[in-house]
């Protein structure tokens, strides 16, 4: 409900002139120089858009007079309303920010005007048509009636009609007040009034402060609408005992919709005046707005407090410093667009695989890779989410840590910094274990990690399975994964064998096996972000095999078996430890790497 003039309370410790309006879910507030939205988004983020006004000095002087003021203020309210309305709808995805259909194109081609503008006026011209319709031409109707039967005296006839207009707009704020969405719109309205007033009270704009003050407002567009129906009422009195042949028939509603700019600057002048004092000798005056007021506000809850705090406050600051910068909403956008963005994003940045944008928004939207180029609207929040995600990814740092989560086997697994991503390869050592692990099996995963092959191995055999590794932090890891998927693994800490116990028919390990050497040398990605500790293998990368060569076989029952992932060229090495107590297999990859050594306990 806007309101807008100068104030200059007798109980004021602030003088302000900032006022407001409630849209959707959010409140408006406009000051001398800026104008601020702030609406809380379905993602319960706050959001802000703030224009300035055009400088007073470049007003027309004519539209400074009094009266002319209060006609142009009136419908410069209507247009400035519905367009906040409309932009404070787009933030929820009401209206789709798409590309202009080709008859739109061929309009503002053809006519030099913009669609959004004509949209405005249509929105503007409805609701006056509305508007008119309801407290004018029903009023007028009833008060014809009245008029025939009852008496023609025209004071007795206008007032029978403002009495009418103001039982069916009270009739109309009451029934609006039962829809949710209408009562959630006077909440705002309640926080907007209750957020001035703190202001104007030399408060400090706090949640608590704000909650304290009243809710009804002298300056509020409420009581506007209760004095344009008693203005009207003398207005179209004194008009019809100086014009008696213009208010006989269909010229008596003309006539009266021609007085009502008139009508609408008196009402705004009435309300700049009587704003100015808290006599009690003009109390009787302000009274019937004030109470109509208890309908139109409603207490609000703190976070819509927290939103009109925020469009004040903007407000106020663009008052104070013509430097203070304007800003735009930010609003959903198609999906499609957003992963058009992401690879440009990635791409300026060295990026060039389309499938990691695709990866990062399906993450950061939650929709699989086959909707991600469609129309479908995703939120602001979900946008922000990606291009953070985006702007990790241009750091260095690897995919799967940045959207948190890798597919090993079918299976999503969280990783992050503390664990090593599992690669492709280690799936090959898996689809090759799960040939020789059977159900009844006690299967140990060393250097577990993520706990990719122990989660694999368990879920897909239902052997029973200990996964070890020495971090701690790796196995809070890998605990996590079991408990996502419901993995009957035991999580043990131990340094390779040292906190083992029992025997195992299968030992399946990926450890360390980079050369130290090297470490310097691997990408950014992975020199920079996965954890050494799980790189390293000593000088010439094969410290843990000979750990394992030399340990493994008292851990194995007789004929059990032990598979490992080893380096490029090291298939050989690794084979030569294990020849004496194993009979050795080298097993390639897919790309015909020697990659898993294959060892059963002679």
Not at 298 to 323: N, Y
Request: overall charge positive; hydrophobic content about 45%; glycine content about 6%.
């Amino acid at each position: 409900m806007g309101k807008k003039s100068n104030l200059k309370t007798k109980k004021s410790a602030c003088k302000t002139s900032i006022g407001g309006q409630a849209v959707l879910e959010g409140v408006m507030m406009r000051g001398k120089s800026g104008i601020a939205t702030a609406v809380r988004d379905p993602d319960g983020v706050i959001r802000l858009e703030a224009d300035r006004l055009k400088p007073q000095e470049k007003v027309n002087k004519l539209a400074k007079l009094p009266i002319i003021r209060g006609m142009v203020s009136f419908f410069s309210s209507l247009v400035t309303g519905t367009k906040i309305l409309m932009r404070s709808a787009e933030v929820f995805g009401e209206e789709e920010a798409s590309e202009p259909s080709k008859f739109e194109k061929w309009l503002a081609k053809t006519f030099k005007v913009d669609i959004m503008s004509v949209v405005i006026f249509i929105g503007v011209a409805l609701g006056l048509a509305f508007s008119i319709g309801l407290f004018f031409v029903i009023p007028n109707f009833i008060g014809n009636i009245f008029e025939k039967y009852v008496t023609q005296k025209l004071i007795w006839v206008n007032l029978f009609e403002g009495l009418i207009r103001i039982l069916i707009f009270v009739a109309y704020v009451l029934l609006t007040s039962l829809m949710k969405d209408i009562r959630r719109t006077y909440m705002y309205h309640g926080a907007e009034h209750k957020t001035i007033t703190a202001y104007e009270k030399g408060l400090k704009l706090t949640v608590k402060n704000v909650r304290k003050c009243k809710r009804v407002h002298d300056r509020c567009g409420t009581t506007f609408m209760f004095f344009v129906m008693f203005v009207s009422i003398l207005v179209f009195s004194v008009f019809g005992a100086i014009f008696p042949t213009l208010t006989n028939g269909a010229l008596k509603l003309v006539s009266k919709l021609a007085l009502l700019p008139l009508v609408a600057g008196l009402s705004y002048e009435l309300l700049k005046l009587l704003s100015k004092t808290d006599s009690i000798l003009v109390y009787p005056l302000k009274l019937p707005g004030l109470l109509i007021q208890r309908i139109t506000t409603r207490e609000p809850d703190d976070g819509m407090i927290e939103v009109a705090i925020t469009a004040f406050t903007k407000v106020l600051r663009m008052d104070e410093d013509a430097s203070e910068p304007c800003c735009k909403f930010k609003v959903p956008e198609k999906v499609s667009c957003l992963t058009a963005r992401i690879k440009a994003m990635l791409s300026e940045g060295g990026i060039y695989e389309a499938s990691e944008a695709e990866w990062i928004v399906c993450e950061a939207t939650s929709l699989k890779r086959d909707k991600i180029n469609s129309d479908k609207l995703v939120s602001v929040k979900m946008s922000e989410d990606a291009e953070e995600f985006a702007k990790q990814r241009l750091s260095g740092r690897p995919l799967w840590y940045v959207i948190g989560t890798c597919n090993f086997y079918g299976y999503d697994l969280k990783v992050d910094e503390r664990v090593l991503i599992p690669r492709p390869e280690t799936e090959e050592l898996v689809m090759h274990a799960l040939k020789t692990v059977k159900s009844t099996d006690r299967v140990l995963d060393l250097c577990t990690g993520s706990g990719a092959i122990a989660l694999t191995v368990q879920k897909e055999s239902g052997a029973r399975v200990v996964a070890s590794d020495i971090s701690a932090d790796a196995l809070a890891v890998a605990k996590g994964n079991f408990e996502k998927h419901g993995a009957s693994v035991i999580a043990i800490k131990s340094d390779m064998f040292a906190e083992l116990k029992g025997k195992f028919n299968v030992i399946i390990s990926n450890p360390p096996y980079i050369n130290s050497d090297d470490i310097s040398s691997l990408q950014l990605e992975v020199k920079d972000f996965e954890p050494i500790s799980a790189l390293d293998g000593g000088k010439d990368g094969l410290d843990f095999y000979r750990i394992i060569a030399a340990q493994a076989k008292d851990y194995l029952v007789q004929g059990g078996a032990l598979l490992l992932e080893v380096g490029i060229g090291q298939a050989e090495q690794v084979k030569a430890m294990l020849s004496k107590s194993y009979a050795v297999e080298i097993i390639k990859d897919i790309n015909q790497i020697d990659r898993i050594i294959k060892a059963v306990l002679l």
